[in-house]
């Protein structure tokens, strides 16, 4: 299932590097290709003369030889992932930190394809704080982090640190490659952030939405090969660049750019927190302050999910979010009959952690059947991950 995959294997000082021999014995083995770039100090754990030898290709630590430069932004493209086997909590420190006085450093930095990190290390720098703060970072950044073993340990205590053992992080590998195709050119319409409604040129009614789990969502459908349209209301989330993303600012907006191509799309999951009305008029000047109170007129905005759920073949799978303060499961089940959806997601901000502008989640899914799915508070990208799962088993039924 490597076969063909062009990885760029990074090695770390680190203990576990003479492992890194039988990893790459075992990416040849599975006819992958596969570049090598040491750090410096790990040229003191595992000779490079071992890893040239069994890559059949030069072995990059420096960013220049005799006077030439390696193009660190041609490697970080060449390559179909990135594996950093074994991750030392130096290195994670200083990708997280977006440092670069290193070869691998500015490989990474530049680098446009998956990067997959194999952490080594002692157990307590495993469990200190600046490196779980760092590695969280770099897993919302798009990063993926391979759990590491429990077990003896270089200082010969024992306990979580250990590097997963070769044959793991081959099966992780493949697991991830098998991921990319699971979506595979199927069509996904994704809706994320607030919405504008204007009142005049000047001031309009919003949510504090940022967008952060919608845009979560459609990268992870990316990832697994899906041709995602985002419909994303006013955000200044980044969204990574293979994403269509249509920019609006007002509920009818939103709804205009999901109806324009509803029936293309396979999968659509609606994030965003639309608003539920808009002012009945839209002053052309601004709004003078009078000497009495001010009464605003609001008229019902178009509920893009109902429409959507009304629309909707038996092809088409359609999930909601259902952002609850009270009743929390009463209400998110009578959005999952009113919608027509297959399944509403529902938070709560009763829950420490969940809800806009936060960069965790915690959510429980209501399935058209009657199944409920539970999860515990995470990160909205590990949240994009549980939710995309359900879909995509649901797609591929
Ligand atoms: N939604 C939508 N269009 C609207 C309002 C909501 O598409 N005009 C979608 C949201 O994107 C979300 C779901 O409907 O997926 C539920 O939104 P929510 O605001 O929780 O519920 P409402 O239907 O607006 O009901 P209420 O505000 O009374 O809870």
Redo the contacts with the bound molecule.
């Keep these: 299932m490597l076969k063909g995959k062009k990885i760029l294997l990074c090695v770390t000082g680190s203990i576990a590097a003479y492992k890194a021999a039988i990893l790459l014995r075992l990416l040849i083995r599975s006819e992958a290709e596969v570049k090598i770039i040491m750090t410096p100090s790990a040229t003191d754990f595992i000779s490079p003369l071992t890893l040239s030898t069994l890559s059949r290709n030069k072995v990059l630590i420096d960013l220049v030889y005799d006077d030439v430069w390696v193009n660190h932004v041609l490697l970080g493209r060449w390559a179909d992932a990135i594996l950093i086997a074994p991750a030392t909590c130096n290195t994670i420190a200083k990708m997280a930190n977006g440092q670069c006085d290193n070869l691998l450093l500015s490989v990474y930095l530049s680098a446009t394809c998956p990067v997959i990190i194999a952490p080594a290390m002692d157990e307590d720098m495993w469990y200190h704080l600046a490196t779980q703060r760092n590695l969280d970072l770099l897993q919302s950044i798009g990063n993926y982090i391979i759990p590491v073993n429990n077990g003896e340990l270089a200082s010969g205590l024992s306990g979580p640190g250990r590097m997963a053992e070769p044959e793991e992080i081959i099966q992780y590998l493949e697991n991830h490659f098998d991921a990319k195709q699971s979506l595979k050119d199927t069509m996904a319409l994704v ?1 994320a952030g607030p ?1 504008y409604e204007s009142l005049d040129p000047v001031r309009f009614i919003g949510n504090y939405s940022t967008g952060k789990m919608g845009i979560a969502i459609a990268s992870e459908l990316s990832n697994r090969g899906a041709k995602v349209t985002l419909v994303l209301g006013p955000s200044t989330e980044k969204v990574p660049g293979n994403i269509n993303t249509i920019r609006v600012q007002s ?1 009818e907006d ?2 205009n750019a ?1 109806m324009q191509h509803f029936d293309d799309y396979k999968i659509i ?8 009305y808009r002012p009945s008029t839209v002053a052309d000047q601004k709004i003078k302050k009078g000497s009495a109170g001010f009464t605003l007129d609001l008229v ?9 759920g009304n629309r909707k073949t038996p092809m088409q799978v359609l ?6 303060t009270e009743n929390e499961r009463e ?1 998110a089940q009578k ?1 999952l009959a ?2 027509n ?1 297959d399944y ?2 529902m938070n709560s901000l009763n829950d420490n952690g969940a809800g806009f502008g936060q960069d965790t989640n915690k959510i429980t899914i209501f399935e058209k059947s009657g199944k409920e799915f539970n999860f515990s508070l995470k990160s909205k990208k590990e949240v994009a991950t549980d939710i995309v799962n359900i879909i995509t088993q649901r797609i591929n039924e």
Excluded: S
């Design positions: 809706t919405t509920a939103m709804y999901c999951v609606m994030a965003a927190a639309v608003a539920d019902k905005t178009k509920d893009i999910l109902l429409e959507a999930a909601g979010f259902a952002l609850e209400n959005k009113k919608k959806a509403i997601i």
